[in-house]
């Protein structure tokens, strides 16, 4: 109730008459922190951001940011408006950017209020009419089934025509929730189990779980190497006679890196092709792009503030009443369809494929950590040898943290386009948004336009994707050189003697069980992991009819 005028446009005091709501624009977000529950984990963190942006430039940034570190998003419409609406396909859309520049690796559509339905308009509209219908719950349930379906449907053309055939989120047994908060708490005409909220409350919960597995791993994997590193040093195999030839390890590591920067080389050089096509299609369709942003149907009233604002942000302009207006981004649009499957590609966790960059990185944590077990057999090791293990945890851990750093990578490199041709156009942008006067508005269409024409015929497109391969570029050189640099610190320290200062370290072989079997626990979870998945997957293509897919 005390947040209810701040985030309300409209709303009524108990006695039903209109109440005044609060202006706060020095506000950029608010956190509620609520108690611990059954009804939400702990550890969920759900926001609530404008849908397509803010007027509010700086509300629009954070809003920006915010759904590109957004893990799941979910799309949220009422039953009234899931169908045909414009905001709601606008909506949809900018949560389907978000799976290919941002961390985001779900996307599923939520409709509220599905237990609202006028049953004789209903049964009067009504195309299924092999089966009749006896109650206003039997009509709910079939016209919610009908949606979950149309939907769905519609969703996964939408994910499949931008993301990778193999990616995850087109496996979900459901992308499509119609739920129904009154019905949960009230249940006169649904059951809980109908309303769905259990349902995404499970879903929250599988997604949480997952999330806290791969972070308890990471720190596990990390304490773990630590302890090997600590317990290595009073290892008797540090004797002078026993210790390890790190030279030959050495040079076995920079063959590997010079095979793991050609694979990566390899693996971007499939976006060239999609860019320069892309590049292209933009030439050739920016005008028919630019003019159906420009030219209005119902002539320039209105619209001479609205495109003023455009100008003054530099072509994008997010408004409480209008869609969301990205005029680079319009521009760009070609090029993004072209590029969009295979940067999706390159940037995927699913299965392994030559355009894909995680599998490389894998391959060369493999390759070396079998090469550290053939040098510890080749010189007296024992096989639960401290320095070994050391080796081959450090190397799980310097690669794991590799994937984090090339997702936030991933958005520069996506926006990179956008972000040249709105550098290229800003000229234009602030020369049109400083016209005032008679046909101020025309005139401001005569430059952007000008100015628009100018930029391509000096080459606007070919340096976006100048630009964006200029990022790829540096994106394989951060990687090769944060691998290079911690896998240089980590043989130092397992090349260090047990003399010194290392003598004085604590014993910690206790500490090392203990972290030792936490470890060996969730490499056991997440290999049941990987062989239930395999098992569905061979089902489904067993029996496709009979299988439902796999669970993530």
Not at 67 to 95: M, Q, T
Not at 190 to 201: D, F, N, V
Not at 337 to 356: C, E, H, M
Not at 395 to 416: C, F, N, V, W
Request: aromatic letters at 6%.
């Amino acid at each position: 109730i005390k947040l209810d005028p701040y985030i309300r446009t409209q709303r009524r005091d108990w006695d039903g008459e209109s109440a005044e709501t609060q202006i706060w624009p020095l506000i950029k977000q608010v956190e509620v922190t609520l108690p611990k529950s059954e009804l939400i984990p702990e550890g969920v963190v759900l926001v609530d951001i404008p849908g397509t942006g803010d007027f509010n430039s700086k509300r629009d940034e954070m809003w920006k940011k915010t759904i590109d570190k957004c893990s799941v998003i979910w799309v949220i419409s009422d039953i009234e408006r899931v169908s045909g609406g414009r905001a709601h396909e606008n909506l949809l859309n900018e949560s389907i950017k978000a799976c290919q520049r941002g961390f985001c690796r779900d996307v599923a559509l939520v409709v509220t209020k599905s237990d609202k339905l006028h049953l004789p308009e209903y049964l009067r509209e009504r195309k299924v009419r092999n089966q009749a219908i006896q109650s206003q719950r039997e009509a709910v349930l079939e016209r919610n089934a009908v949606i979950k379906l149309q939907r769905n449907k519609i969703l996964k053309e939408k994910l499949t025509r931008k993301l990778p055939a193999d990616s995850k989120v087109l496996d979900a047994s459901d992308l499509v929730y119609t739920v129904s908060a009154q019905e949960y708490w009230q249940q006169a005409l649904l059951t809980e189990e109908e309303t769905e909220i259990p349902k995404l409350r499970e879903y929250i919960r599988k997604r949480l779980l997952d999330k806290k597995r791969r972070m308890v791993t990471k720190y596990v994997t990390e304490a773990f190497g630590l302890l090997l590193l600590t317990d290595s040093f009073n290892c008797t195999e540090n004797l002078p006679n026993e210790f390890l030839h790190m030279s030959g390890l050495r040079r076995f590591v920079e063959e590997r890196m010079q095979l793991l920067e050609k694979a990566i080389d390899q693996c971007f050089a499939h976006v060239v092709q999609p860019l320069q096509e892309g590049v292209r299609n933009a030439r050739a369709s920016y005008r028919r792009i630019l003019g159906a942003f420009l030219v209005r149907s119902r002539g320039n009233q209105g619209f001479h503030q609205t495109l003023k604002a455009v100008c003054l942000k530099n072509g994008i302009y997010a408004s409480r009443t209008l869609t969301r207006i990205d005029l680079n981004e319009a521009i760009t649009q070609p090029i993004y369809d072209q590029i969009d499957p295979v940067f999706g590609g390159i940037f995927r966790a699913g299965k392994p494929t030559g355009s894909a960059l995680m599998p490389h990185i894998d391959a060369f944590k493999h390759s070396l950590q079998e090469k550290m077990t053939e040098i510890g057999i080749r010189n007296g090791w024992k096989y639960d040898s401290c320095k070994k293990s050391f080796l081959i945890q450090e190397i799980s851990a310097i690669l794991g943290d590799m994937e984090e750093h090339i997702l936030r990578k991933k958005r520069r490199i996506y926006e990179s386009l956008t972000t040249s041709v709105q550098s290229d156009l800003k000229p234009c942008y602030e020369e049109a948004a400083q016209i005032t006067g008679k046909k101020a508005c025309e005139r401001m269409k005569d430059v952007i336009r000008r100015g628009v024409d100018q930029q391509v015929a000096e080459g606007m497109f070919e340096r976006a994707q100048e630009r964006m391969q200029h990022q790829f570029q540096q994106l394989k050189n951060g990687i090769t050189e944060k691998v290079k640099g911690s896998i240089a610190t980590m043989l130092t320290l397992a090349s260090s003697q047990g003399d010194g200062l290392y003598k004085e370290l604590a014993d910690v072989k206790s500490e090392y069980r203990e972290m030792e079997k936490l470890h060996r626990s969730l490499r056991e979870v997440a290999e049941n992991a990987v062989l239930r998945r395999g098992m569905q997957e061979f089902l489904l293509k067993m029996s496709p009819s009979k299988v439902g897919p796999p669970t993530t």
